[in-house]
Nanobody, 121 residues
Framework: QVQLVESGGGLVQTGGSLRLSCAAS????????MSWFRQAPGKAREFVAR????????TYVDSVKGRFTISRDSAKNTVYLQMDSLKPEDTAVYYC??????????????WGQGTQVTVSS
């Protein structure tokens, strides 16, 4: 079994920065991709960013492009989300998830517990 533990959330003012971390532990860890999602109060969970575990290909939702950067440290089984120029609309619980390929389809089988990010105006 794989466990994902997020950290790094908190309260920050508009324009500030935070770096989230997601550490994986458990059995041999080799996902297809690692992603960050977020869920604001009263809203559906949305995709934020993804990085392939092999290589450096990244994908972002348009609303965070140029402000957020996803990266990984394979040796530490850790993925990061550097968040700069934060806005109040970035306020949400942020989750990391590990994507595993099943029959040529990627499913997010493992999820962290979430970390709260609050951006004050």
């Amino acid at each position: 079994q794989v466990q994902l533990v997020e950290s790094g959330g908190g309260l920050v003012q508009t324009g500030g920065s935070l770096r989230l971390s997601c550490a994986a532990s458990g059995r041999a860890f080799s996902p297809y991709a690692m992603s960050w999602f977020r869920q604001a109060p009263g809203k559906a969970r949305e995709f934020v960013a993804r990085i392939l575990w092999s290589g450096d290909s990244t994908t972002y939702v348009d609303s965070v492009k140029g402000r957020f950067t996803i990266s990984r440290d394979s040796a530490k089984n850790t993925v990061y989300l550097q968040m700069d120029s934060l806005k109040p609309e970035d306020t949400a619980v942020y989750y990391c998830a590990a994507g595993i390929v099943h029959s040529k389809k990627v499913d997010y089988d493992y999820w962290g517990q979430g970390t709260q990010v609050t951006v004050s105006s």
